[in-house]
């Protein structure tokens, strides 16, 4: 069965694929040229591909680590660098209402035809600054950040954190999580530790209550993810 569920999530990404129009591909009326964001380089040109290798594993298995600090509840959740929509989707299906934040326009455009749910609500907007969620002033339950943390430099990760705490409720919680090992050609990352990332996260009242060691990856050699998790103090 899960083996199943797999191809058809493979399957209904080919489908999103063709009925999205990535901007460099100049379909439409007016098409405008992409202003690019930095740590999103390359993902515009890997839409199609990236769309289909998300989806191929299913966000219970993503996050079965965490699974244990999401709300049983209907909650607020706030899922940052929302790539392909799989998180979100996995979210509001669970009964939470999702704000996906998802700067790269053909990973936006490909996630929402490939997840399209009145529960989910997609925003252009980006680290370090998240000044258009930062405006609504609304706090979140949940605040998601897969596979997006590395994409930010030393000087984006102190200027980011702050604006994330902000974002997270009283009570509620901050996931994430670090890559290691070696770049993508084309792409930009950096290592980040998880004693750093801990440490910039306690002075907005972010306490560390998991330290998951990194973990091999299944489908990228040399390549591995610690996981962490933070609850925002009372």
Not at 44 to 59: T, V
Not at 94 to 112: D, L, N, W
Request: proline share 7%.
């Amino acid at each position: 069965m899960a083996t199943l569920l797999c191809v058809l999530r493979v399957s209904m990404a080919t489908v999103a694929l063709e009925h999205y129009c990535p901007e460099s591909s100049g379909c439409g009326e007016a098409p405008v040229k992409a202003v690019r964001v930095s740590g999103t380089e390359n993902y515009a040109e890997e839409a199609p591909e990236l769309l289909k290798r998300y989806e191929s594993i299913s966000f219970a298995d993503a996050h079965r680590a965490v699974m244990h600090l999401i709300p049983t509840e209907p909650s607020r959740v706030l899922d940052i660098g929302a790539g392909t929509g799989r998180d979100a989707a996995g979210f509001a299906a669970s009964g939470h209402r999702v704000v996906a934040v998802e700067p790269t326009e053909a990973m936006r455009r490909g996630a929402i035809t490939l997840h399209p749910s009145p529960s989910i609500e997609w925003l252009d907007d980006s680290l370090p600054d998240l000044a258009s969620v930062r405006a609504r002033a609304e706090p979140f339950d949940v605040v998601m950040l897969t596979a997006v943390w590395m994409h930010l430099d030393a000087q984006q990760r102190r200027q980011a954190m702050p604006n994330v705490a902000a974002l997270v409720r009283n009570g509620g919680v901050l996931i994430m999580t670090l890559r290691h090992g070696p770049v993508p050609p084309g792409r930009r990352m950096f290592e980040v530790t998880a004693e750093e990332t801990i440490g910039l996260a306690a002075p907005f009242g972010l306490g560390c209550i998991l330290n998951r060691p990194a973990e091999a990856s299944l489908r990228q050699p040399g390549v591995s993810w610690t996981r962490l998790a933070f609850r925002k103090e009372l």
